[in-house]
């Protein structure tokens, strides 16, 4: 039978591996948790959330929104727990995390064709067109699997600091403080826990984050000597975004816009929005509340804002490092290692950044195996595609200093070839369709 090794069960990997069991391809899956954990992850199922449950916009008119229906359109198992997941976020998609993976993690455990092997990779598993190889580790590639992918590609890994939101017990946040909205009543109206900051609160909570403690790094990156790892910019550590600027956060994730708190009947200064975490409304993150303070600062800032004097907090904010390749010098658009026939790589490691930008790539990834392995060519989803352009750009290998990039409009070509005098969500609504059609064509093809 027809064999694919896959590496790493996070987004990216679990995508590829149930893409081509459902083609009755047999697959390998190769997951170091729960025997070796991260400084991330809390369990060993596969496609555990770390840094957020939200998979961002919903809409087409958003760049994120139409790769999610292009992964849907593609029988995606990522997008098919989501939906299954998902709680109250306005105009966007989030999830209850633990249900998301749950349902993943039991898909992919009983499938007959899925062999999941909890064990370190040390290697870069040989590959072939008979037997191809999927490299999908992610940002957290453990340092001996990492010094394997260097040998690779010849160079040392780029990095750079990802930092994850801290999260909430319900029941300790004073409701009688908070304020239910959603920005602009999106979604139901009422599906965000809003914190109201005048200008006094919010210049206060400038000048704690400026002056708190800050962590520099993990243990192993310290050691390393690295502690000036830059932070990825849609990932920004509230505390980076402080120092660009007096009213970087108010004009960014504390924005108060179409927000108005129903006691004053006014728009707060600035506003720190909560979102429902899991299903049971138990749990609820600080959106944008990325930071790397240390957890005694963070204890002592968060606990002065209004609602949260007593708030226990079941996760505090963290920063962990994320490695991925060069991919423009690196890798073909179907995600194929340049003069390796068989060896593919997906996910972060390959430099997109996000839940659902990972996961198209372990689409990708793991339609262009099967194609080898039934000897079709291999082919790149069209350009005029969110998929095909995030995929286009980081395989460019006219682009220097390649740096993390999320989807959006201005990846795609054919945005640009729409009417400019119909309006932006009109353009955007064009540009949709069109590749809608054209994933559609790809997937009979």
């Known amino acids: 039978m027809k064999k694919v090794t896959i590496v790493g069960a996070g987004l990216a990997g679990s995508e590829a591996a149930w893409q081509l069991a459902t083609r009755g391809v047999q697959v390998v899956l190769v997951e170091m948790r729960p025997q070796v954990m991260t400084k991330a992850h809390k369990t060993g199922r596969c496609a555990e959330l770390v840094c957020s449950n939200s998979l961002r916009g919903a809409a087409l008119t958003n760049a994120v929104g139409l790769l999610k229906e292009e992964l849907r359109l593609?029988?995606?198992?990522i997008m098919q727990a989501a939906d299954t997941a998902r709680v109250p976020a306005g105009g966007a998609l989030a999830v209850d995390r633990d249900l998301f993976s749950a349902t993943i993690d039991q898909h992919l455990r009983e499938h007959p064709l899925i062999d999941l092997q909890s064990v370190e990779a040390e290697e870069i598993p040989a590959a072939s067109q008979k037997s191809p190889v999927i490299i999908a580790s992610g940002p957290l590639t453990s340092p001996i699997l990492a010094r394997a992918i260097e040998e690779l590609t010849g160079s040392g890994s780029l990095a750079?600091?990802?930092a994850i939101s801290p999260i909430i017990?319900?029941?300790?946040i004073d409701q009688t403080k908070v304020f239910r909205q959603s920005r602009y009543d999106k979604g139901d109206s009422d599906d965000y826990l809003n914190i109201p900051l005048d200008r006094v609160m919010y210049e206060e909570f400038i000048a704690d984050i400026n002056a708190a403690e800050k962590f520099g790094g993990h243990a192993e990156v310290e050691l390393e000597g690295d502690n000036n790892l830059r932070p990825f910019e849609?990932?920004?550590?509230?505390?980076?975004?402080?120092?660009?600027?007096?009213d970087t956060l108010r004009h960014g994730p504390l924005k108060p816009m179409?927000?108005?708190?129903?006691r004053t009947g006014l728009r707060p200064w600035a506003v720190v929005q909560l979102r429902q975490d899991d299903s049971a409304a138990t749990l609820w993150s600080m959106v944008g509340f990325q930071t790397r303070m240390k957890h005694p600062e963070q204890l002592r800032i968060f606990r002065k804002m209004p609602g949260l004097e007593n708030a226990e907090f079941v996760r505090l904010g963290t920063v962990h490092r994320n490695t991925f390749i060069d991919s423009p010098r690196c890798l073909n658009p179907?995600?194929?290692?340049?003069?390796?026939?068989?060896?593919?790589?997906?996910g972060q490691v390959t430099g997109v950044e996000g839940y659902v930008e990972s996961t198209a790539g372990g689409m990708v990834a793991g339609l262009n195996a099967w194609r080898m392995l039934t000897g079709k060519p291999t082919s790149p989803a069209p350009i005029d595609t969110a998929t095909?352009?995030?995929?286009?750009?980081?395989?460019?290998?006219?682009?220097?200093e390649f740096q993390p990039m999320n989807i959006s409009f201005g990846l795609m070509p054919s945005y640009f070839e729409a009417d400019p005098k119909s309006g932006k969500d009109a353009r955007r609504l064009a540009t949709a369709e069109r590749a809608l059609g054209s994933i559609r064509e790809w997937i009979l093809g």
């Open 234 to 246: 849609g990932c920004m550590p509230i505390e980076d975004m402080a120092m660009r600027g007096h």
């Open 334 to 346: 179907t995600l194929e290692f340049r003069n390796r026939p068989g060896l593919f790589f997906a």
């Open 74 to 77: 593609m029988g995606s198992l």
């Open 160 to 162: 750079f600091f990802d």
């Open 388 to 400: 095909g352009a995030l995929m286009h750009y980081i395989s460019d290998p006219s682009r220097k």
């Open 169 to 172: 017990l319900a029941e300790s």
């Open 258 to 262: 179409g927000l108005r708190d129903p």
